[in-house]
């Protein structure tokens, strides 16, 4: 049913719908959560590659690179 320009459209009533939860602070939240794995997984990084077995690791990926490319 079209509404007539002579007459005001029929008044419809406001569906109530339950308000979403306040999810002010959840971004912020996910972003300290993902900075301090991230923190976590460099100091492990970290750890790993300045000990014997990264220079070991370092070494052995070079090698195996510069053996790809024909010059090791």
Same mark, same amino acid.
């Given at each position: 049913?079209?509404?007539?320009p002579?007459r005001p =459209?029929?008044?419809?009533r !406001?569906?109530s719908r ?14 300290a959560?993902a900075?301090? =794995?991230g !923190?976590?997984? !460099? ?5 790993l590659l300045s ?6 690791l370092?070494k052995?990926?070079?090698d195996h690179v510069?053996?790809?490319l024909?010059?090791g």
């Amino acid at each position: 049913m079209t509404p007539s320009p002579f007459r005001p =459209a029929p008044f419809r009533r !406001a569906v109530s719908r339950p308000r979403p939860v306040d999810q002010r602070g959840v971004t912020t939240a996910e972003y300290a959560v993902a900075t301090a =794995a991230g !923190a976590g997984f !460099a100091g492990l990084l970290y750890k790993l590659l300045s000990g014997g077995f990264g220079d070991k690791l370092i070494k052995t990926l070079f090698d195996h690179v510069l053996g790809l490319l024909g010059l090791g």
